[in-house]
């Protein structure tokens, strides 16, 4: 087995790049993964971030496990095709304005109709219906409107956005969790269903309890920088030789061990000490003892004093230092893919390791439209009806 989705067809009708995400994930564990784009207008994620010799390495990762080929949806043609494929397909995954399926002739009540078990991820800024609905969004805007942004930063500067795609990532990993339990339910019952992720959802959900304290408390959160209003210490502190390490004491047990390591045990007695909220409240204190303590030491040194004193901390790392830490590396959560363009390429691994049916990754990124011909074939096209179709510029 490939994985524990090996039989299940998905149709990659997506881009930039939650719905490319969850396609990735399930191609990851199995599934057959079909990736369609524009003949002409090839997915925007192609030319995001950085390329070697032209190659682009972000589409390299996200588009693994897929299978390319081109066709124009817009054409009435191409939506012929497409609905050829529904027919033998399990999941489709959009993230097209809405309404723009139905105005070429692909809305839910035409394609169930042609497979009554088919799921329809549909993959948004704001969902299928309300006031925002129309709305043009991206990942920047649901991480402003969320609260992660008003969160992040230091409390006495500006509100902070990610320098990656947060939103989209987390709506990624939602969607392929929200596209398992529909194959669960089809399972069950043998019908398909249709799926209106929004990408504010999910990041409003990772955000926390803010939404919940304005409702019952009247107040709002407020930026803390690295600290926390939850417990104390939790920070980041700069070590003797220029490093940073974060820690954090969500447990009592934790931080009554780093105060006892860094030689202030006298603070355990303080009924302030008793809960993690008291004790954000002395973080200026705790953050002195323990900051001083780090900063007198080497990063090296300071882990494995925390290590033998059971108490927690981890470096702050570039990626390239993530390459070669020994935990990633003793559980592989980095792996080497050969790439046709570029060698052995590495990137991040499957995101879970079970013991029965494993994922894995059987390929990198294609390239434009390159499994076209092939695919159309698997579907019943003769060589002769695919040269129309390219020769009509459908695929």
Sequence with gaps: ???????????????????????????????????????????????????????????TMVSRNKRGMTLNLGKPEGAEVFKKMVAESDV?????????????????????????????????????????????????????????????????????????????????????????????????????????????????????????????????QERTGNRSSNNSPRNLYKTMDGHWLAISTSANSIAERVLRLVGHPEVLDEPWFATGRQRAAHADLLDGYVGGWIGERTRDDVIAAFEAAGAAVAPVYKPSELLDDPQVNAIEMVTTVDDDDLGPVRMQNVMWRMGVSPGSIRHTGRSHGADTDAVLGEFGYSGEEVRSLHDAGIV
């Design 1 to 59: 087995m490939t994985g524990p989705l090996e039989g299940i067809r998905v149709l990659d009708a997506s881009t930039i790049l939650a719905g490319p995400l969850v396609a990735q994930i399930l191609g990851d564990f199995g599934a057959d993964v079909i990736k369609i784009e524009h003949p002409t207008k090839p997915d925007g994620m192609r030319g995001h971030g950085l390329d070697k010799d032209g190659h682009p390495l972000w589409w």
């Design 92 to 220: 489709v995954v959009e993230n097209f304005r809405p309404g723009t399926f139905e105005k070429w002739g692909l809305g839910y009540d035409v394609l169930s109709a042609i497979n009554p078990g088919l799921i329809l991820l549909r993959v948004t800024g704001f969902g299928q219906t309300g006031p925002y609905s129309s709305r043009p969004a991206f990942g920047t805007l649901v991480e402003s409107m969320s609260g992660f942004a008003h969160l992040t930063g230091s409390a006495d500067g500006p509100p902070t956005l990610p320098a990656f795609g947060l939103a989209d990532s987390l709506a990624g990993i939602a969607g392929s969790s929200a596209v398992s339990m529909a194959l669960l339910h089809r399972v069950k019952t043998g019908r398909g269903q249709e799926i209106d992720l929004d990408l504010l959802s999910p990041i409003m959900t990772a955000v926390g309890p803010g939404v919940i304290y304005a409702d019952q408390l009247g107040i709002d």
